[in-house]
């Protein structure tokens, strides 16, 4: 069974940094590209990005390129999403998702749980 | 940015109804989308990919249709579970993009 497990909430003050994980697991982890959704409170869904984790290949929607930075350790089966510096509106829910098809970007058919992230002084 | 445009932004509906949401995209996108389904608290289903194929596990009820820039997600006959908002997602070329979704409410 295909699982993606998400770091937990978390809570930080503008001008921090964060890095929150991803862990996928019950399939090829290197071979299925992995997104970043956005979802800010009350608000609709945005891709952030997509990387794949073979090569760490990146793709980043224009809205969050030089804003966030996506990673992945292989030996880890874990994605990351990363901010060096947070704003208040970064404050949001965050979802990885795999996509359905192997090696190619395709529609996510897997999603975690979510990671909240609350930016507030 | 290819704009998705999803309509409408919200309905009513009663168990039993058949509704249609439909989105338009900015540009021909071929059969590059596809739809899913949120519930408050949870993360997104896919239902629908490359347009009009289920995905497995997908009730039956649920179809998809279109091609280019016009594209429909059919519920043919609305379940209690089907109340949620839903989203179309283009998959043509980057950024990939979202409707702005689509909330089915109880009438």
């Known amino acids: 069974e295909v699982q993606l497990v998400q770091s937990g909430a978390e809570v930080k003050k503008p001008g921090e940094s964060l890095k929150i994980s991803c862990k996928g697991s019950?399939?090829?982890?290197?071979?299925?590209?992995m997104a970043w959704v956005r979802q800010m409170p009350g608000k609709g869904l945005e891709w952030m990005g997509s990387i794949y984790p073979g090569d760490s290949d990146t793709r980043y929607s224009p809205s969050f390129q030089g804003q966030v930075i996506m990673s992945v350790d292989k030996s880890l089966s874990t994605a990351y999403l990363q901010w060096r510096s947070l704003k208040a509106s970064d404050t949001a829910m965050y979802y990885c998702?795999?996509?359905?098809?192997?090696?190619?970007?395709?529609?996510?058919?897997?999603w975690g749980q979510g990671s909240l992230v609350t930016v507030s002084s | 940015a290819i704009q998705m445009t999803q309509s409408p932004s919200s309905l009513s509906a009663s168990v039993g109804d058949r509704v249609t949401i439909t989105c338009r995209a900015s540009q021909g996108i071929r059969k590059d989308l596809g739809w899913y389904q949120q519930k408050p608290g949870k993360a997104p289903k896919l239902l629908i990919h490359d347009a009009s194929s289920l995905q497995s596990g997908v009730p039956s009820r649920f179809s998809g249709s279109g091609s280019g820039t016009d594209f429909t997600l059919t519920i043919s006959s609305l379940q209690p579970e089907d109340f949620a908002t839903y989203y179309c997602?283009?998959?043509?070329?980057?950024?990939?993009?979202f409707g702005q979704g689509t909330r089915v409410e109880v009438k």
């Open positions: 997602l283009q998959l043509y070329d980057y950024p990939w993009t």
């Open positions: 019950g399939y090829s982890f290197s071979t299925y590209w």
């Open positions: 998702a795999r996509t359905m098809v192997r090696g190619i970007p395709a529609c996510f058919d897997s």
